[in-house]
């Protein structure tokens, strides 16, 4: 696996933990990161959905 996709995995399994959290600053981030085109380009291009995936799908569609 090369090292972008591995970043790219990094994000997918950080920011999910963030947005169970119950702090209302970290859901805020998480929010506001989510609505930026380059993390929908991610979801879009490895085919994850952001909540309902577990960590193995994610790494599955990643190292398609």
Known sequence: MDLS????ECKFSFWPKINSLQNVVRQ???????GTKE???STYHYDVVTG????????DNITK
């Open 5 to 8: 996709r591995m970043y790219d």
């Open 39 to 41: 993390f929908t380009l």
């Open 52 to 59: 309902q995936f577990t960590l193995n799908d994610i790494r």
């Open 28 to 34: 805020a981030c998480y929010d506001s990161l989510t």
